[in-house]
């Protein structure tokens, strides 16, 4: 096969996948039903976000999480449809940014996006997650 025909062939297959990134996405919705504001994350993290939820909760945020249980292809339809039920959308992330850009691309300012990355090889806590959301929301 020549460089070319193998370059045509993956932006094929590509272009197919993103094309069907509504039907091949996966989510999970937790406590979304009134929440004003919105956890966005995936893998570790969102089980983790999830206890953080429960926890705002307690404390008079109504919270809820929206797990992505696939993260390409990105699909967005559900996250820009949050956005528009809600003020603020965090995501906590085991990185830099990587997934709050995307998400901020996503809602295009329809909601307030904060992100809070952790690098250092300790996952998150639930109050971590809890305490940072609480200072976004000015309490």
């Not at 929206?66 to 906590?92: C, D, H, K, M, N």
């Amino acid at each position: 096969m020549v460089k070319e025909e193998v370059d045509r062939k993956i932006r094929g297959i590509v272009g197919k996948i993103e094309g069907c990134a509504d039907e091949l996405a996966s989510y999970e919705e937790f406590m979304l039903e009134d929440a004003d504001v919105l956890l966005f994350a995936y893998g570790s993290t969102a089980r983790v976000a999830k206890s953080s939820v429960r926890e705002l909760r307690k404390r008079g945020v109504r919270a809820g999480l929206l797990r992505a249980r696939t993260i390409w292809p990105f699909s967005g339809a559900r996250l820009e449809e949050l956005a528009g039920q809600v003020g603020l959308v965090v995501v906590p992330e085991m990185n830099l940014g990587q997934l709050s850009l995307e998400v901020e691309r996503v809602i295009c300012g329809a909601a307030d996006v904060r992100a809070l990355g952790k690098v250092d090889g300790d996952l998150f806590t639930p109050d971590e997650i809890a305490g940072f959301t609480m200072e976004a929301v000015g309490r």
